[in-house]
């Protein structure tokens, strides 16, 4: 690791309370039987995403695709709270990223609590540089050169 200008990561596969292989982005292996506990589960995994040794924490946020359209339901103040105050203590740089997460109230929470953003795309749309929604949000959420992370560089 620290032969890496940076290391990032995010929270996408990981064991499901039952012990089950768990990838949100893939619908045959997300089991949701009660979608507030699914929500508290994919919380507590990002949090504790959070206390491994990275610098920027990618694709935040993200909701598996029965839940995804009803972002602003499960990501309530509580759990945005918490997330947000995980990540202030951690010291991890938040992406905004061209899925449209996590979305202004996050990034607004994050700003207030001194964390840093980065820009990042995962590849998902066929101009991986547009980056729309991300200097969208910049300028939404007053974000400054001053609010964006600086990887110490090795060279």
């Known amino acids: 690791l620290k032969e890496f200008d940076y290391v990032f990561t995010d929270?996408?596969?990981f064991k499901d309370n039952k012990g089950r292989r768990t990838r949100l982005w893939i619908p045959e292996e997300t089991w949701i039987e009660n979608e507030e506990q699914y929500m508290d589960m994919i919380v507590d995994r990002i949090c504790s995403v959070l206390e491994e040794p990275v610098d920027?924490?990618?694709?935040p946020c993200f909701l598996p695709s029965p839940m995804d359209k009803r972002f602003d339901e499960f990501w309530t103040e509580a759990r945005m709270n918490r997330f947000v105050e995980a990540l202030a203590k951690s010291g991890k740089a938040l992406e905004i990223n061209e899925l449209y997460i996590p979305n202004k109230a996050?990034?607004?929470k994050a700003k207030a609590a001194g964390v840093k953003f980065t820009f990042g795309?995962?590849?998902v749309t066929p101009n991986v540089s547009d980056l729309s929604y991300s200097i969208r949000m910049m300028k939404e959420c007053g974000l400054t050169a001053e609010d964006m992370y600086k990887p110490k560089v090795k060279i």
Do not use: D
Request: net charge neutral; glycine share 0%.
């Open 56 to 59: 920027i924490y990618v694709n």
């Open 106 to 108: 996050i990034i607004m």
């Open 121 to 123: 795309s995962n590849n």
């Open 11 to 13: 929270a996408l596969t």
